[in-house]
């Protein structure tokens, strides 16, 4: 019976009868999965964080900046700052967009403008000024918000340096289908990165958990701060010292988060726009689903083809093929989506250089005396 039952299934291979039937709901199961989870969540929503971040810090708006005695956070703005930031770029390639080894016929983006003194008020009235500006509370307070100063800079100028040069380099699409893949390297990257700048900035501020006041009710200068001192002595071996190792393991994920969130608190206006009501990463988002169509629409063909070969089977390939060629034509025909309101283009029109910025640096929080 057994050799019988052998024959049969090699005779069905020979005769191609024992072929894998198509599963059509494993497929809708798939397909609607890569196009929320993959293509919307991971693609879109998640990467546009990277991409936000991105535009932040090109605009070079973050505070990553400390004053020559290390006390103040500023947010210093240089003649090479720019004004502009394009954004929402778009390239509309020929012959119904199927000519995608041409360059394209037109390019067109928005023109986003960052506003310093906005970022250097959110700055102001938020939680990391809110922690330096109690420094004169205690030496505990005076310890804690000269770490926090010193990390938040360190963090910004670290941001400011990887994602610019991200954003020089690499083109929008490119960001948004690598950010949720490099993110599983970047963010502990990050991570490690703030455990040893956590580390040095407690070790390196130690001195001010032995400061005290003086008689005007600052604090004493550095020079004067007596070590030997009976009660500071008691105090950093009995608490000052655990609370010193704590704070370095709580300080980090805190510190790590904020500097990921930070970055899309920020506002911008778009040129052009007759409204100058600032936009926010919320607006930026909506955006992205709108300007990159053509980005999720190659994404999802793609996961047609994929899941069409491997859930239906090879035979129904040549139809979603034709599938995919009806759709990119028939959505780059439609009149509506080659519109693009409020935006400038790469045409011969739009030849208008970056205009300077002059150099100004906005003062935010200060760690008292």
């Not at 500006?133 to 941001?159: E, G, Q």
């Not at 790590?256 to 919320?282: D, Q, V």
Request: aromatic residues 14%.
């Amino acid at each position: 019976m057994d050799s019988t039952s052998e024959v049969n299934s090699i005779e069905d291979k020979k005769n191609g009868t024992n072929e894998k039937k198509p599963d059509v709901m494993a497929f809708i199961k798939n397909y609607s999965g890569s196009i929320i989870f993959t293509i919307c969540l991971g693609v879109i929503i998640f990467g546009s964080v990277g991409l936000y971040t991105t535009k932040v810090a090109m605009a070079g708006v973050l505070p990553s900046t400390l004053n020559a005695s290390g006390e103040r956070l500023t947010l210093k703005i240089t003649d090479k700052t720019p004004k502009y930031v394009d954004m929402n770029i778009v390239k509309l390639l020929g012959f119904y967009g199927l000519n995608i080894f041409s360059e394209p016929e037109e390019v067109k983006y928005q023109r986003a403008e960052f506003n310093p003194e906005k970022v250097a008020a959110d700055y102001k009235n938020g939680p990391v000024c809110a922690i330096i500006n109690s420094s004169d509370k205690s030496p505990f307070f005076l310890y804690i918000s000269s770490v926090v100063n010193y990390m938040v800079a360190a963090n910004n100028t670290a941001i400011n340096y990887v994602y610019r040069a991200a954003g020089e380099c690499i083109s929008e699409d490119i960001i948004l289908l690598l950010y949720p893949i490099v993110s599983a390297l970047l963010f502990p990257a990050m991570y490690i990165f703030n455990f040893v700048v956590s580390i040095i900035s407690h070790a390196t501020f130690l001195h001010q958990l032995f400061r005290q006041k003086d008689k005007s009710g600052g604090w004493e200068p550095v020079d004067d701060i007596s070590y030997l001192n009976l009660t500071n002595g008691a105090l950093f071996a009995f608490i000052w010292w655990w609370v010193c190792i704590i704070s370095v393991f709580v300080m980090t994920p805190c510190i790590c988060i904020y500097s990921i969130l930070s970055p899309l608190m920020s506002t911008y206006t778009i040129l052009g726009r007759a409204s100058k009501k600032p936009y926010h990463f919320g607006t930026f988002l909506k955006d992205t689903f709108w300007y990159k169509k053509n980005l999720i629409m190659a994404l999802a063909m793609l996961s047609l083809l994929y899941n069409t070969y491997t859930y239906l089977g090879s035979e129904y390939v040549i139809g979603a093929v034709v599938a995919v060629i009806v759709s990119i034509v028939g959505f780059n025909s439609l009149g509506e989506m080659g519109t693009f309101p409020y935006q400038h283009t790469s045409s011969a029109t739009d030849k208008m250089l970056d205009p300077k910025i002059a150099s100004k640096t906005y003062k935010l929080c200060s760690v008292k005396k």
